[in-house]
């Protein structure tokens, strides 16, 4: 079996306790989108970029309502879901020009979740040889923007 490491995000999940305020609640209630790098807002979900991301680009759809289980999600959540998900791709393909998008959710934290009450899910961009040596060898992770370079490319797609 292989394993696919992500040391990178060692310092989010050690740092995640039940008794945490939701941040993804708090960067909902703040008006300070451009810090939190809140990309779209729409009426029951928004996206957001990932702060520790797996890969350049990495961003999360939420549901506005704190909600912990996928099944709980209403109708109009789940289409909006989707829709701001698709708005989303079509971004990052216009301003990243990714080979592949991985979209996916971890449900419970036996699934991988960080973040187990409130669900979201992941939209990651990748390229054709974005894996390699570093993150292995170095236990680094090469990213190649920075996180306001990344908002502002995104940004200016939507």
Known sequence: MEKLWAPWRGKFVSNISDDDECFLCRVLKEDNDGDNYVLKRGEKVFAILNRYPYNTGHLMVVPNRHVAEFEELDEDESLELLRMTKRM??????????????????????????????????????????????????????????????????????
Request: hydrophobic share 45%.
């Open 89 to 158: 791709i079509v971004a990052l393909k216009g301003s990243m020009y990714p080979h592949g998008i991985n979209v996916g959710m971890n449900l419970g934290r036996s699934a991988g979740a960080g973040v187990v009450g409130h669900i979201h899910l992941h939209i990651v961009p990748r390229w054709d040889g974005d894996t390699n040596f570093m993150p292995v060898i170095g236990g680094t992770k090469v990213l190649p923007h920075d996180l306001p370079t990344v908002f502002k490319l995104l940004e200016d797609r939507l």
